[in-house]
């Protein structure tokens, strides 16, 4: 998705996104004309399935991308990247789509693409000046929760 709401009766484009598909995967390359003063990573997860814990250890954040990580007990895993786009910035991503169920959702009322490929499921979307892709082992179901459930802190 290119939009980002700003009231219910203005919508402005942030980031352009040129996506390209290819017989085993689809390109998606993200730039845009606009910058930011918000940083990436300052999230709040206001769910996550129970027993779900961060693992602090592989927490990355730069001044364009944070990552997080989380595990439970039973071996599932999650992780969240989130890219700034702005002036500066540009970011391609790559999702493997071969022989995957492709589907599509609406996560904080901006569209989002979904795969899911064997134990593994991908949620991938735009949203203000960023581009997050949120994956795990869990049921999509769940994987939509949580991304409805990550909030901007601040």
């Not at 795969?115 to 499921?121: L, M, N, Q, T």
């Amino acid at each position: 998705s290119c939009l980002m709401t700003v009231n219910a009766a203005f919508r402005e484009r942030v980031i352009q996104a040129v996506v390209q598909v290819f017989q085993d995967f689809t390109e998606f390359v993200y730039t845009s004309d606009s910058s930011t003063v918000e940083e990436p990573g300052n999230l709040v997860f206001t769910y996550l399935p129970e027993g779900m814990e961060e693992v602090k250890e592989y927490r990355e954040k730069s001044d364009f991308h944070a990552y997080f990580c989380f595990e439970n007990g039973s071996g599932d895993v999650l992780s969240l990247e989130q890219v700034k786009i702005d002036q500066n910035t540009n970011d391609t991503y790559l999702l493997d789509m071969e022989d995957a169920d492709i589907f599509e959702c609406t996560i904080h009322g901006v569209s989002a693409i979904g795969v899911e490929k064997g134990f593994g499921k991908v949620l991938h979307w735009t949203e203000g000046n960023f581009v997050y892709t949120l994956s795990g082992t869990i049921s999509k179901e769940k994987l939509k929760l949580i991304a409805e459930g990550i909030q901007l802190n601040g």
